[in-house]
């Protein structure tokens, strides 16, 4: 190969690495932010106007054959549906409020990257959702279990144990009220845990507030947390982790 033909290849790819779409004044589309990042861009459908949404997951599913959209209502959907973007489907998760448009022949690369979830309650499980979708778009097997929360304590070793013996990369804690679950979990495993604050409480620690900060202070190490109802954030960081974890398996079977 010449110099010349090189210098293009590697042009190209940088391009690829940095393109950016203008999509007429509407947004700028970051189609190169999943091969730069290992992160898919995520549209934040809340305060968007619905046509304007399903306009720019038009764009990215003609681009990239996928627009995943958070924070969405059903009327962001049904203008999405009302767009029949050709030969794809679009999906709606109303407990997570995302959005997931695909062209009929994409397809999720899998990275074998394992990540556990736990929540503490039933009502933390919007967020939950969020990280789980996140994580398998990213390419991450996922294991989730509801409702093991200290109120009942007892609930907890049973998914744990299934967990450690799937060998999970990284486990994300969701809780809210007063957000102990991270603390416990993480004084019980040597995998890394991120803890995840929602909302779901009142009174004193109104809206995640006593459970951001108490998974802020906790006494175990290992723990990262991310912001207030913040599942798309944890299932990114989650996914980048356990994506991480598996190549190095896949690099220690090549060698022995």
Not at 175 to 201: K, M, N, Q
Request: hydrophobic share 45%; with cysteine.
């Amino acid at each position: 190969m010449s110099r010349f033909q090189g210098g293009l290849k590697f042009s190209a790819k940088r391009n690829q690495l940095l393109a950016v779409e203008e999509l007429a004044q509407l947004a700028k589309l970051d189609v190169g932010r999943e091969i730069r990042k290992g992160i898919p861009e995520i549209v934040l459908a809340d305060g968007k106007d619905p046509a304007d949404v399903a306009t720019i997951a038009e764009a990215m599913v003609r681009r990239g054959g996928r627009a995943i959209i958070s924070r969405a209502t059903k009327i962001h959907f049904h203008a999405i549906e009302s767009k029949r973007i050709p030969d794809s489907k679009a999906e709606y998760f109303s407990k997570s409020k995302i959005i997931l448009v695909k062209s009929k022949t994409y397809k999720t690369k899998r990275h074998g990257g394992r990540l556990g979830i736990l929540t503490a309650g039933t009502s933390d499980i919007p967020v939950a959702e969020e990280s789980e979708i996140i994580a398998e778009e990213m390419g991450c097997e996922t294991a989730v279990y509801n409702d093991v929360g200290v109120a009942g304590l007892h609930r907890l070793f049973k998914p744990l144990t299934r967990l450690l013996r799937w060998d999970a990369d990284v486990i994300l804690v969701v809780a809210g009220r007063e957000g102990a679950l991270p603390t416990v979990v993480a004084g019980l495993v040597d995998i890394p845990i991120i803890g995840v604050p929602t909302s779901r409480s009142y009174g004193f620690g109104d809206k995640g507030i006593a459970a951001l900060a108490a998974m802020l202070q906790s006494c175990s190490l290992g723990i990262a947390v991310v912001n207030i109802d913040g599942g798309v954030g944890a299932g990114a960081i989650g996914a980048l982790i356990a994506n991480r974890a598996a190549q190095s398996r896949k690099r220690q079977e090549i060698r022995s």
